[in-house]
């Protein structure tokens, strides 16, 4: 790009007004034709111009050029009709004022016809050229003719989308609104250019992708030093209000002033931001620096130091960034600072401080309630050891106690120094081993070691929703891996509930703080009293034993889609009439065997020799099967004794959702009978 076509173009207007002094006594019109205009950095084609003496006695100009190509500003093809009189002030002294209409200029400029006056004074060595639009200047340039290096500039309301011609060589987004007031000194070099401006912005609208604002305010000088290779642009001042995009940070700017101050270097099609420095009092401070790619993604970002005071910076600068990460709706206090480092090759420095912090997030996933203390973690050698405490931590309304940990980086793995424990449920969660290595791309960035011991499941089961049933939770999870968002957990957990005992193993979370979390595991059911199950359940009493498995099970967002359940009693006992009903609503089956149901209501239970139930479910579709094949259905209660029981299941493939229906009008049901 040829940095220098503006100044050319304004010498070019130049040397059209000097021509013209001469044809000042002329009395028949003058035409100027010509096929194309070359200067460096500026063509012309299909110019006609005509200058003719006016019935006032005045020069009337008429220039219009087809097409006109102007790199500095970024204007391709674009129309140029002028029309104006010219004047003889003096002896040394030209003025022209007239319209101007531009056709297909970058930001609507002069789109509608505007006004021009022309200057042109050589004993002032000085050639000025204001434009406005309805009657309002908005831009005025002035140069002198014996350094027509040296331009300055001063404007007044114009539209800042004016600027997106000159714009579009170096920045790829949209000025789509606002307006620009201030000065602008610039001094045009052999191979670039140099200046200086003081400009206030009004809301400003902009979109360039990964940098976009609405109705920002700004008010700043600035500093501009551009060669052939690469472009540098110091920016110091101050915002005012409106909305800021810069990468995944959306900011929603206060009101009041805020104070900003950076260096950017554009070279190469990238883009450099040195010197960063932004501070909204009592809210957010931060000072570092980006390296965006020609593509206009984040390369490194080096954040030096930064401190938020919440709730206020989660409120103007946190909310939507961490929205994207699945973390809606937090309800923040207190104070966090520190020091990020991120590279092309993923994280070099994570250093943390809380001093009273609180977060909670909105869907009751997790709360943190004073956390103070700090984390200081780096790629390569050893970082002084820190301690991180807590008066209180929850996980999906499960409440943990106080806590305290010690931590140190070495050789860039954070590492836990001692084992800690907090209470939960009468019971404890401890933790034996933690490690986490920020900056692995591929592999386990967590490895960690639990044990969970004496949890009252009744408490547990209350705080989940669920109904309350006794028993305790234990169990010890020797690994835990965090690859590509997903946790999974080597060991298991064992619940004492029932009599008996539920393990859980192979247990993966996907996504554990997103909007959509995902679990899988497989479930091992052993010796559970069933009298004890349904008397929580109110399914109807049946008494003896129940085994059986839940294999591949998969929860999305805390509900079920996928799972191989086989249920089985086969150790004998009673069944109720009530349970009995039940059972038969949700199979889909009927009663069978040697009694008329005349006769068999008249038995409030009935002895059993075996029950058991099979569903698959796939998508939204559950294939039941049960004991064994039975004529066209499938067995489910194989009765004993006299009176002899038999219900059979009829429908082999069931809608989910009708099958959770059925389950939950069985256990809301006042007991019916068997008719």
């Known amino acids: 790009m040829n940095l220098r076509s503006s100044r050319n173009l304004c010498v070019c207007w130049a040397l059209l007004a000097i021509s013209l002094m001469g044809a000042r006594a002329a009395c028949a019109a003058t035409t100027v034709r010509a096929d194309s205009i070359a200067l460096p950095g500026v063509t012309l084609k299909q110019v006609d111009g005509t200058l ?9 100009l008429q220039l ?95 539209p800042l989308a004016w600027l997106q011609g000159p714009l579009s060589r170096a920045w790829a987004g949209r000025l789509t609104g606002g307006q620009l007031d201030g000065t602008l000194a610039m001094d045009f070099l052999p191979d670039g250019l140099q200046g200086a401006a003081s400009l206030r912005l009004t809301k400003a609208n902009f979109d360039g992708g990964s940098l976009a604002g609405q109705s920002v305010g700004l008010h700043g000088r600035l500093k501009i030093d551009v060669n052939a290779t690469r472009s540098q642009v110091g920016l110091s001042g101050t915002l005012h209000g409106g909305d800021l995009l810069l990468g995944p940070v959306y900011a929603n700017l206060p009101t009041h002033p805020t104070q900003l101050a950076f260096d950017l270097t554009a070279q190469g099609g990238s883009m450099r931001v040195d010197h960063l420095s932004y501070i909204d009092p009592d809210t957010l401070s931060l000072a570092g620096g980006f390296i965006f790619g020609a ?51 993923g994280l070099h420095t994570l250093r943390l401080r809380a001093n009273g912090l609180d977060a909670r997030d909105g869907g009751g996933r997790f709360r943190i309630e004073g956390l103070n203390g700090a984390l200081d973690w780096n790629r390569n050698g050893t970082r002084p050891a820190t301690t991180l405490a807590w008066n209180g931590l929850s996980m999906y309304r499960i409440p943990l106690g106080a806590g305290r940990s010690q931590w140190r ?23 034996q081993r933690f490690e986490w290595q920020p900056d692995a791309r591929k592999g386990n960035r967590v490895d960690m070691a639990t044990t969970v011991t004496g949890v009252d499941m009744s408490k547990l089961s209350q705080a989940l929703g669920w109904p309350r049933f006794h028993g305790t939770l234990a169990g010890s999870m020797p690994g835990l891996n965090y690859v590509d968002g997903t946790m999974r957990l080597q060991g298991g957990l064992s619940l004492n509930v029932f009599d008996g005992f539920v393990d859980v193993t192979d247990l993966s979370l996907k996504h554990p703080f997103g909007d959509t979390p995902e679990l899988a595991a497989d479930v091992r059911m052993q010796k559970l009293n069933l009298g004890a199950m349904t008397d929580v359940f109110d399914f109807g009493k ?22 191989d ?111």
């Open 52 to 60: 003719q003496p006016g019935a006032d006695g005045q020069l009337q």
């Open 64 to 158: 219009k050029i087809a097409s006109a190509d102007v790199a500095a500003l970024g204007w391709k093809h674009v129309g140029i009709d002028l029309q104006g009189a010219l004047v003889r002030s003096s002896e040394d002294a030209w003025y022209c004022r007239g319209t101007l209409t531009l056709k297909g200029a970058p930001g609507g400029l002069m789109r509608k016809q505007g006004q021009f006056d022309l200057i042109l004074d050589v004993g002032a060595n000085t050639l000025q050229l204001d434009l406005g639009q309805d009657q309002n200047p908005a831009v005025s340039l002035a140069l002198p003719l014996d350094q027509t290096s040296h331009v300055q500039a001063r404007f007044i309301h114009m």
């Open 295 to 345: 593509d206009g993604s984040l390369h490194s970002m080096t954040m030096s130091r930064f401190g938020a005071h919440f709730p206020s910076a989660y409120e103007h600068y946190g909310k939507t960034w961490l929205a994207t990460l699945g973390l809606n709706n937090l309800k923040t206090d207190g104070d966090l600072s520190g020091a990020v480092v991120l590279g092309a090759n």
């Open 409 to 431: 980086s070495r050789d860039g793995v954070l590492r836990l120094q001692a084992p800690f424990y907090v209470p939960v449920f009468a019971g404890q969660f401890g933790v």
């Open 542 to 563: 049946i008494t003896g034993d129940l085994h059986g498995d839940i294999d591949n099970l998969r929860l999305v967002d805390w509900s079920p889609v996928g799972f």
């Open 565 to 675: 359940a086989h249920l089985l009693a086969d150790s004998g006992g009673r069944i109720s009439q009530r349970a009995v009903n039940n059972l038969t609503s949700v199979g889909g089956g009927g009663i069978a065997g040697g009694l008329q149901g005349a006769v068999l209501k008249l038995f409030k239970s009935f002895r059993y020799d075996r029950i058991g139930l099979n569903c698959k479910l796939q998508g939204s579709v559950c294939t039941m099967s049960g004991l064994e094949p039975q004529g066209g259905g499938y067995l489910i209660v194989d009765g004993e004794g006299l009176p002899h029981l038999t219900v059979i299941g009829h429908q082999h493939r069931v809608s989910w959702p009708t099958l959770v229906a059925r389950l939950r009008a069985a256990i809301d049901s006042g007991g019916p009978v068997v008719n």
